[in-house]
């Protein structure tokens, strides 16, 4: 992410504009005029998002979408659900049978699961998460991904990152872990430590599915997300 002093004047405005309002520093994401985004896990920069942008505009330009192949194959888009002002982000990789058939995102056993595990440390899509994914359409047979169908979705996922403005991450899985940060190593070396995305703190952990199929996962998830909570009170006492 690259910056000019545009940047620091955008901030101490924002800072004013919340202590105004309710007391409560949201820490927004920069926009288009104090930044520039690179997508860090393919170098390409990101378009800009459109003037007034809005939750409900992404949805619908999701479903209209058809930038890779991904389209051509599902039933219904997955743009994401949750708080409109949350703490946490969550971001998995992209929807499964469920999530295509509803377009909510981790509707399953896994999602049911991921709610068991944002409630023991005080977090609910219902009140202070967001649920998205780094591909908003399925893929076939739940597949990867693939890098260019990523690429394709990635600006979706920003424009609702700058809409949001969550104080935190949290990255479900290696490919959400990989795409954010640009990296290459696997989940297991990327969880257990706090990272950066867009300035903001950012915590790795196991797929739920992962837990689901090996319940020796769960204690290293559980120290994640005891991460995350330590993250959360730290950016509470500021």
């Known amino acids: 992410m690259k910056t000019d002093g545009r940047a620091s004047l955008f901030e101490a405005l924002s800072i004013v504009e919340d202590s105004l309002a309710d007391g409560y520093h949201s820490r927004r994401a ?4 104090a930044v520039i985004i690179e997508s860090p896990s393919t170098g390409l920069r990101m378009e800009p998002a459109p003037a007034n942008d809005s939750l409900e505009a992404i949805a619908a330009e999701a479903a209209r979408c058809q930038k890779c192949r991904l389209s051509a194959g599902r039933n219904r888009v997955v743009p994401g659900l949750g708080s409109t002002r949350p703490l946490v982000m969550v971001i998995g990789e992209g929807p499964g049978a469920e ?4 377009g909510i995102p981790f509707i399953g056993p896994a999602g049911q699961l991921l709610d068991k595990m944002l409630a023991a440390i005080g977090l609910s899509r219902e009140t202070n998460c967001f649920i998205g994914n780094i591909v908003k ?4 047979m739940n597949r990867d991904p693939a890098p260019d169908e990523q690429a394709a979705c990635m600006p979706y996922l920003e424009r609702q990152i700058a809409i949001l403005k969550p104080r935190a991450f949290l990255a479900v ?5 990989q795409a954010l940060l640009g990296a290459k190593t696997g989940i297991g070396r990327l969880r257990g430590e ?4 867009h300035g903001l703190p950012l915590v790795a952990t196991y797929h739920p599915s992962a837990l689901l199929r090996n319940e020796e996962l769960k204690r290293p998830a559980w120290e994640d997300l005891k991460l995350l909570k330590s993250i959360l009170d730290e950016l509470d006492q500021r």
């Open 194 to 197: 706090r990272h950066e995305f």
């Open 173 to 177: 899985g290696r490919i959400p872990a």
């Open 30 to 33: 920069l926009p288009d005029f």
């Open 137 to 140: 359409c399925r893929p076939p």
């Open 99 to 102: 999530e295509d058939k509803t």
